[in-house]
């Protein structure tokens, strides 16, 4: 099980900081990502990391904004999302895949939102 928390709303500029943790003991083993759909929109792929935090994918959107980190000890992944645009402005959801490359998420949160405004 994964639940989001950290959404809000926010000026442009700002900053948020999302938490997704885990329960369970298999957190380790797991890619985590970070995707978001805005209304109207595909889902996409925010950013990814490998679990042993190595490997680490940002889509160019969001490239040098936002950061994935994750905490295997505290079963916890973070995204830092910084100088927020409107178009950022999407519900977050953190996922957990066993292949890095294939973006094929087993286990998803409920989604927390992300307003941004102009």
């Known amino acids: 099980q994964l639940e989001e928390s950290g959404g809000g709303s926010v000026q442009a500029g700002g900053s948020l900081r999302l938490t997704c943790t885990a329960s369970g003991s298999a957190f380790s083993y797991y890619v985590m990502g970070w995707l978001r759909q805005a209304p109207g929109k595909e889902r996409e792929v925010v950013a990814r990391m490998s679990p042993d935090g190595y490997s680490i994918y940002h889509a160019d959107s969001v490239k040098g904004r936002f950061f994935i980190s994750r905490d295997n000890d505290k079963s916890t992944v973070y995204l830092q999302m910084n100088s927020l645009k409107p178009e950022d402005a999407a519900v977050y959801y953190c996922?957990?895949?066993?292949?890095?490359?294939?973006?094929?998420?087993?286990?998803w949160g409920q989604g927390t939102q992300v307003t941004v405004s102009s």
């Open positions: 996922a957990a895949a066993l292949s890095y490359y294939t973006d094929d998420y087993s286990y």
